[in-house]
């Protein structure tokens, strides 16, 4: 009920409590129990109308003169108070001068301002220093999948770019919606052909494989009801490829760890002992040995291990961020090394990165 009422004196502040319930269809006592209980969220004036508190603006710095890469993004949330805050209703993204997001962390900006607008937050988006990102998050499709109550500033486009523009690029895989019920199987296959236009021939084996396999591991741990999206961008000055497919659902952690006592008790047993980050060191297992997987299918969980061998051939790097934590696989001919970051912002699903890091000459033509 909390939630309901605040979301009602959200649009309609002063209200009595007999209003309230009234236009809740609540129990009169019941709302006047929870205002009086939450007393730190709402005012009540001399004529007994009740509001929300007034609460300040939270802003977020993004960047300066640089581009903004999944770590700032992260260093930059930790660096200030948590947009989830109780003490803000409203969150401002701040998009510095010359910043430019590179993918993976526009992703996890995309993500996580869509999670804060489905929680009634008030969110904006400030690139009144840095219009040409912008235009870029335009022609990525960024606006297309933004939630319509997210506010742009200096203006949200009227018309996509991403869509007038669709496959013009063959560098660019503008953001795709993930429907969870029916994910539209077309998506690795979209990633794979702009990857290979890309890096060139020789990878279409690998690519395919790799990014079917976390297309399949997302949608099979996810549980989301909302969409997820995915996405490809080439920067051609440095030959670096970096494709992202996120979702909003519970995530690899979150299906995965209520099954495993049951189903695999020696992983459980080495988990529970580890000295790491009970997360971390699950998703380090799924990668490493494979086969976890919440469903009992033989041949499941082999996805994310499959997809980081293949990226050792490569030298990639594979980015899985859970809801507050994450875990990068690095890959190099000497093998697999984990690096982590833990204590990070809430956000929900599962969002992957996908990072090639091609030779100079590999895309020379």
Known sequence: MLKEIQDLL?????LKAKTIASQLNADRKQVNKTLHENAELFDQDAEYKWSLQARGELRIELG?????NATDFENALLATSSPWDERFCSVTFVVANECKILLEALARLLALSNQLAKASKRVSLDFSACRSTLTYLDRIGF?????????VIPYRPTSSKASTYEGNNDGVVEFRAIDPLEPNQ?????L????????????????????SELFENVQQHSEATTNGFAG????KRVNHIQTVISDGGRGIVGTLAPVLKERYPEVARKIQSSSLHHGVALLREVFSDGGLSQFSDHGR???LKRSGDLAQKYKATISVRQETFELRVHQS???????????LVHIAGTHICFIFELDHTANSG
Do not use: C, M
């Open 64 to 68: 300066d003169h640089s581009w903004l």
């Open 232 to 235: 490809l961008q080439f920067y």
């Open 143 to 151: 606006f297309d999948h933004l939630n319509d109550t997210v506010e």
């Open 10 to 14: 959200r649009k309609t502040p002063g």
């Open 301 to 303: 969980g082999l996805g």
């Open 186 to 190: 077309e998506i690795p296959a979209l």
């Open 192 to 211: 794979k052909n702009s990857f290979v236009r890309s890096a060139g021939d020789s990878y279409s084996i690998a690519a395919f494989t790799v990014l």
């Open 333 to 343: 001919p000497t093998g697999t090394r984990f690096s982590h970051q833990i204590g």
